[in-house]
């Protein structure tokens, strides 16, 4: 097996000889009997900076402890991981790019964790990271539940993409109100349901806005030029008098199925955060909310 990429460099304080880097991306590496998990492996490479190893075939969960590596600033894996939502990689406090396609507090730039089978929520702790992120994409995967309101505390924010998921509920007041930079919003193919959000689509750097393939059945007359212009997609919703939504038994079915499947925490999709220094400019309509 060639290794190529690895990188050795005298430790900070005592100049001892360590691993700084490891590049395994696009080896294809395998394990015995279709087994090669990240456990007892990743967690133990203490002095790495980078660790590159998209393209292989590694499995299993994410390590517990990654987040005690004091260097990893590059966590690159696009694997067939499992598991629920790899909280471990929100609290790896060094990290500024995290890629885990095909697979809160993080300080990264980008988080992917796109094309993988993660499941349950996306964690509130994502919130502790509105500094830092600009793009989240958490597409093809299976997470379910409602959207976290602290999403909306991402204001650096430019691409927010949970397409290919089983999410669910309304769209928080917060997304409204705070995601003033955002340029692409994708929240298609799930099933999420209520009026499409006017203030979204005032949003003054929107230019991709996709809602396709869910349950909405209200659009304004604000979002409704945004489809004129070809920039929000409604299709196949339950929204009465647009072309391309799905059949009326379709929508009865979904919402008699459900009725009772509120959001756990329905008040907090009322949170605002406040809206002190985001230079934002235009009027608001932000009655019956809650300001935090």
């Not at 005032?202 to 007359?221: A, D, I, R, W």
């Amino acid at each position: 097996m060639q290794l190529q990429g690895h990188r050795l460099c005298p430790y900070p304080s005592d100049k001892l000889v360590a691993v700084a880097g490891i590049d395994l991306k696009g080896c294809g590496l395998n394990g015995y009997n279709n087994q090669l998990p990240l456990s007892d492996f990743l967690e133990k490479l203490e002095d790495s900076t980078f660790f590159h190893a998209n393209s292989n075939n590694f499995t299993g969960v994410i390590p517990k402890d990654i987040s005690k590596i004091p260097y990893l600033y590059e966590l690159d894996l696009s694997n067939k991981l499992t598991g629920s939502f790899p909280c471990e990689v929100l609290a790896a406090k060094q990290l500024t790019f995290l890629d885990l396609r095909n697979l809160g507090n993080t300080p990264g730039f980008y988080l992917t964790v796109a094309n993988n089978l993660f499941n349950g929520p996306i964690p509130q702790s994502i919130g502790n990271a509105k500094d830092t992120l600009l793009e989240v994409l958490f597409l093809g995967n299976r997470l379910d539940g409602c959207l976290p309101y602290e999403i909306g505390l991402l204001k650096n924010a430019t691409v927010f993409d949970v397409s290919f998921n089983q999410l669910m509920g309304p769209v928080p007041l917060s997304f409204q109100y705070c995601l003033f930079k955002k340029e692409l919003l994708v929240l298609a193919q799930n099933q999420f349901y209520g009026e499409v959000p006017e203030a979204i689509c005032k949003l003054p750097n929107l230019s991709n806005f996709s809602l396709s393939y869910n349950y909405f059945t209200q659009v304004g007359p604000i979002c409704r030029k945004l489809i004129d212009k070809e920039i929000l997609d409604v299709r196949k919703n339950c929204i009465l008098g647009l072309s391309n939504q799905r059949s009326k038994e379709e929508c009865a079915a979904f919402f008699s199925k459900n009725k009772y499947h509120a959001c756990p925490h329905p008040l907090s999709l009322k949170n605002v955060p406040r809206l002190t220094n985001q230079h934002y400019s235009g009027s608001l309509d932000a009655s019956d909310n809650q300001w935090l």
